[in-house]
């Protein structure tokens, strides 16, 4: 089992930054890839980020040139640098892994808990 662990959220201004992290742990033999989702009030989950563990890196329309997805294999960490935030990036932010746990079990989607992002004046 793999369980993601989220930090960082929190409220800021228009303009303003935040980083997110996230930390894997528990059995894990490989993690393909990590990423973050989000999802707003009334609105669908839908993919912000992601980084594959050979370093590809892929951005909605949205967020690109404002977010920057990063991320440490040997912490099996990832992080989303956020900065100009809009008031449209309003949402719960979920860390994303897709990992094998071990050698006899399928790549597997895993999330975190998520984390509330607001940005207002």
């Known amino acids: 089992q793999v369980q993601l662990v989220e930090f960082g959220g929190g409220l800021v201004q228009p303009g303003g930054s935040l980083r997110l992290s996230c930390a894997a742990s528990g059995y894990i033999y490989r993690i393909h890839s990590m990423g973050w989702y989000r999802q707003a009030p009334g609105k669908e989950r839908e993919l912000v980020a992601v980084v594959t563990s050979g370093g590809l890196r892929q951005y909605v329309d949205a967020v690109k040139g404002r977010f920057t997805i990063s991320r440490d294999n040997a912490k099996s960490t990832v992080y989303l640098q956020m900065d100009s935030l809009e008031p449209e990036d309003t949402a719960v932010y979920y860390c994303?892994?897709?990992?094998?746990?071990?050698?006899?079990?399928?790549?597997?989607?895993?999330w975190g808990q998520g984390t509330q992002v607001t940005v207002s004046s």
């Open positions: 994303n892994a897709l990992a094998t746990a071990s050698t006899s079990t399928p790549p597997t989607n895993y």
